[in-house]
């Protein structure tokens, strides 16, 4: 979004586009609210750059040791909420005199500092005999795994003409065995040897990625994992790859347009929706308030109809 904005005021466009940022700070808004807000515009807007950087995210999230850690998230949030509640104050007056944390207290909490799980002692994660700690109201916000809603966008003919335009940063023509580096440039299997093998000749350990200019440390074949169990595939998989894409062919030849594309990432499993820093602290504050006074009645408020 700042590249594009960026580009329209150097282009001395930005008047005439007014609406074009007001529609991009809409998506942001909708973003911080749940990544599943912006399906469509996701699968219009994201790169095969971007997939590989959301692959490697969805997988170290998904990792199992994360489980404890959210769990401590969620009760440490609540924590705090109830240290800063105004007894015999109303939530508006408590909100003015600043006796709820700012937003950025409550999303360093859920997302926890850089560098860490959690903004708290590991240890409180290992007693799971602790009724505090496992009282967590349920089982949202504490699994966020994305693999499956990821796989979703590299189904159907968006993510076949994703392919197609997709370009190796050496040759310019759609990469053979695509490999992406550690800045996240795609290239042809052939065209990064060579661009390796001549950063070799001139003396130099690394290359240098003729995108971006970064030396790059390492690089990957794409797709180079599985997204439904986040197994790793080796390179022999070009079989099983032919007999996905036979399959997918026979199903478009069943007139089916989607192409067996998940339909609405929202409806996708019921109640075991993928949580956001959002939803997670309106939970905390709902079980902070259902503590203090069970008959309580609460009416959330959201523009997004979908939230």
């Not at 997709?166 to 800045?183: E, F, R």
Request: net charge negative.
């Amino acid at each position: 979004m700042i590249l594009r904005i960026n580009m329209m005021s150097k282009k001395n466009e930005l008047e005439r586009n007014y609406q074009n940022v007001l529609t991009m700070l809409l998506r942001l808004r909708q973003l911080t609210g749940s990544i599943l807000n912006i399906e469509l515009v996701m699968r219009d807007v994201l790169e095969r750059e971007d997939h590989e950087k959301l692959a490697e995210l969805a997988e170290a999230e998904a990792e199992p040791r994360t489980l404890d850690a959210r769990r401590a998230q969620l009760v440490q949030l609540r924590k705090v909420l109830s240290a800063h509640a105004n007894d015999g104050a109303s939530n508006v007056q408590a909100e003015a005199q600043g006796s709820i944390p700012a937003p950025e207290q409550i999303e360093e909490l859920v997302a926890g500092p850089a560098g860490t799980n959690s903004s708290f002692d590991a240890a409180d994660t290992q007693s799971p005999g602790n009724e505090e700690t496992q009282d967590v109201g349920g089982s949202f916000g504490l699994k966020f795994d994305f693999r499956a809603y990821l796989q979703s966008l590299r189904q159907g003919n968006k993510w076949e003409e994703l392919q197609q335009r997709t370009l190796c940063c050496s040759c310019g023509d759609i990469p053979t065995n695509p490999w992406v580096t550690s800045c996240y440039h795609i290239y042809c299997d052939t065209c990064l040897e060579e661009l390796q093998h001549n950063a070799a000749q001139c003396g130099h350990d690394h290359a240098r990625c003729l995108d971006c200019g970064d030396m790059f440390y390492n690089c990957k074949p794409c797709d180079d994992f599985n997204l439904a169990t986040g197994s790793p595939n080796s390179r022999g998989t070009s079989a099983s790859n032919s007999e996905s894409e036979s399959s997918r062919r026979k199903r478009r030849s069943n007139n089916d347009p989607e192409d067996g594309v998940m339909k609405n990432w929202i409806e996708r499993e019921g109640n075991d929706i993928l949580p956001s820093a959002k939803t997670i602290a309106i939970k905390a504050q709902i079980l902070e308030w259902f503590k203090e006074k069970p008959d309580v009645k609460i009416i959330i408020y959201t523009q997004f109809i979908s939230m």
